[in-house]
């Protein structure tokens, strides 16, 4: 009786102490941004980073309103374009598609794989653009969400001023040319995944499938290899040759948290895990991480890089 008693005592005092570290004060997010400046400088090229706690609103702004690629973290706006004509009636979103060969993207895709011919649901399709981040799936979503005009009209409908989808899309072929499929910035890329969190992008529903949907990435090596596993996030990857980014939401213990990070002009343009752009991912991921959670350190196993 007694041993339970103390067990039961030594118990709550372990919750006592992580709530109370939860609860303390921490330093104010600007005293990063030394850190954070150290680290963008350690990219031969341009860097952006933005950062924002979104229990307080303190953030941090670095080059957070220029325009960078977005490599494939233009596919969260082409998602929510998607399901934003599905909440209409416009789309079923579980419709079976009829994949041909004449759509398949030069890469490693998975639905380039299929035969000509087979049968797709158009979930599954939207799944492989964000979870694998299938061009393929990709570019058929755009034309469905209804080209990147309309991708364009339901953003600036949602007052992003400067995120736009170029690529296959008219009146844009400057803006491809300097930046790619897509433009945004450091600042409205993160600020996109906020509006998903707090249900700002169409209805509750729609919002509550495009958070599904950001929460299943098969790309976990950079920035979220620096979160422990089972700390829930929202996030989506991009990478070319001269560009690395990464924006994610991370439902931290005592705060929510976003950040974006993209670089441009990238001067290494090597595609392993020491990729300059890919270290700047999981140095700043785990600076923030250390910032927001430090009653809970976290560091990758041993061996994780043969993952």
Known sequence: MLAAMLRHLAA?????????????????????????????????????????????GDEVAIAADTPFPTASMIKVPILG???AKVDRGELDYHQQLTYTKDRRYAGEDLLGAFADGEQVELSKVAMLMITTSDNTASLWCQELAGTGTAINDWLATLGFA??????????????????????????EMAELLVAARDGRLGSAAMCEELRRCLARIYWDAEA??????EVHTLS????????????????????????CVITRN??????????????????????????????????????????
């Not at 979220?224 to 596993?229: E, F, G, R, T, V």
């Open 12 to 56: 709550s005092a372990v919750l006592l102490f992580a709530s109370a570290c939860s609860m303390a004060p921490r330093p104010p997010l600007a005293e990063l941004t030394a850190d954070l400046r150290a680290l963008a400088d350690t990219v031969r090229g341009d860097v952006g980073i933005y950062v924002r706690d979104l229990r307080t």
């Open 81 to 83: 374009a998607l399901l």
């Open 162 to 187: 400067v995120t736009r989808v170029n690529s296959r899309t008219p009146g844009r072929s400057a803006e491809q040319k300097e930046f790619g499929w897509g433009v945004t910035t450091p600042r």
């Open 224 to 229: 979220l290899a620096s979160i422990p596993p």
């Open 236 to 259: 989506k990857q991009g990478a070319v040759n001269r560009s690395r980014s990464e924006a994610v939401l991370v439902h931290a213990p005592a705060s929510d948290y976003v950040f």
């Open 266 to 307: 990238q001067q290494d343009q090597s595609w392993g895990r020491d990729n300059e752009g890919y270290v700047l991912l999981r140095a700043v991921s785990a600076r923030l991480w250390r910032h927001f959670a430090p009653e809970r350190p976290y560091a990758p196993p041993a061996g994780h890089e043969r993952f």
